[in-house]
Nanobody, 116 residues
Framework: QAQFVESGGGLVQAGGSLRLSCAAS????????MAWYRQAPGNQREVIAF???????TYADYVKGRFTITRDNAKMRLYLQMDSLKPEDTAVYYCNVYPYGGDDDWGRGTQVTVSS
């Protein structure tokens, strides 16, 4: 199993920016794709962006052009630069493998709150 610790969330006004970080540990050698997920109150957890070990990234349409996912394989860290934030981006953000198969634990996530 791999473990993940997310950080970098906070309260920001609409139009602002935040940079999230994720530290991975444990059984990480097998990991290829990693992803950022988010869960808003009353909603299911959803994937918003994922990236391969070679850096190829894919985004959900609603964050494309505003969010950028990157990774540092040597440090086993995942990042999410979030720009032009909107109130609907308010959620708890998590990182994990992609696709999620149930073998790895979820971290506590990091809360992002965007005020209008």
């Amino acid at each position: 199993q791999a473990q993940f610790v997310e950080s970098g969330g906070g309260l920001v006004q609409a139009g602002g920016s935040l940079r999230l970080s994720c530290a991975a540990s444990g059984s990480i050698d097998r990991i290829n794709h990693m992803a950022w997920y988010r869960q808003a109150p009353g909603n299911q957890r959803e994937v918003i962006a994922f990236i391969s070990s070679r850096g190829a990234s894919t985004y959900a349409d609603y964050v494309k052009g505003r969010f950028t996912i990157t990774r540092d394989n040597a440090k086993m860290r995942l990042y999410l630069q979030m720009d032009s934030l909107k109130p609907e981006d308010t959620a708890v953000y998590y990182c994990n493998v992609y696709p999620y198969g149930g073998d790895d634990d979820w971290g506590r996530g990091t809360q992002v709150t965007v005020s209008s």
